[in-house]
Structure formats: structure tokens, C-alpha cells
Nanobody, 118 residues
């Protein structure tokens, strides 16, 4: 069982930045593919970014086209934490952001609201 707790959401003006964090419980954090999804009102949850680790300093990040070049995902396996650095934020980035851990099944955090004002 994995528990995920997000933090770092809030209100920011367009063009600004926010950094989301997701702290995970459990002793096998490094084995999980960690990711971020977001959900717009009335829409299904959509993929934002994911990152896996294969040992040493080798990480494999992946991004949705809509955030590529603006968002950066990273992970600190020693701290059981994954981050999402969001730059050049747009009003259309406004959503609830969810942390995801995947290993045989999906685990989800409770979500954190990100609001970008124009």
C-alpha cells in the first residue's frame, strides 16, 4: 500500500511558476513510476508527466505535449518525493493536480488545486 500526499498548489498569475511536491510512504518508492495527472472540471483526468528510474543517475521523464518545455518532473528517491516544477503557467493549466504511483496498480493522492489567473 502506498500513500501519496501532494502539496504546493495555489493561485498564481499567468506567466508565473509553482512547484508541486508529492511525498510517498513505503519502502519501494524507487521501483514506482511516479507521475502527475490533472483534471479539469467536468473532464476526465489527463496525463501531465511521469518519471521512472533505472538506477544510478538514469531517469526517464516523459511529458504531455501541452506542458513540454514548461513543466519539469523530478524525483528524489532518498526522500520518497516527486516534484513538478511548473513555469510559464497559463490560465488553461488551471486544474486539480494529482500525484500517481504505478507498480502493478495505480495509487493516487488527494489532489491539489492549481489556479492560474489571467
Amino acid at each position: 500500500q502506498v500513500q501519496l500526499v501532494e502539496s504546493g498548489g495555489g493561485l498564481v498569475q499567468a506567466g508565473g511558476s509553482l512547484r508541486l511536491s508529492c511525498a510517498a510512504s513505503g519502502r519501494t518508492f524507487s521501483s514506482y513510476i511516479m507521475g502527475w495527472f490533472r483534471q479539469f472540471p467536468g473532464k476526465e483526468r489527463e496525463f501531465v508527466a511521469r518519471i521512472s528510474w533505472s538506477g544510478g543517475s538514469t531517469y526517464y521523464p516523459d511529458y504531455a505535449d501541452s506542458v513540454k518545455g514548461r513543466f519539469t518532473i523530478s524525483r528524489d528517491n532518498a526522500k520518497n518525493t516527486v516534484y513538478l516544477e511548473m513555469n510559464s503557467l497559463k490560465p488553461e493549466d488551471t486544474a486539480v493536480y494529482y500525484c500517481n504511483a504505478r507498480l502493478n496498480r495505480d495509487y493516487w493522492g488527494q489532489g491539489t488545486q492549481v489556479t492560474v489567473s489571467s
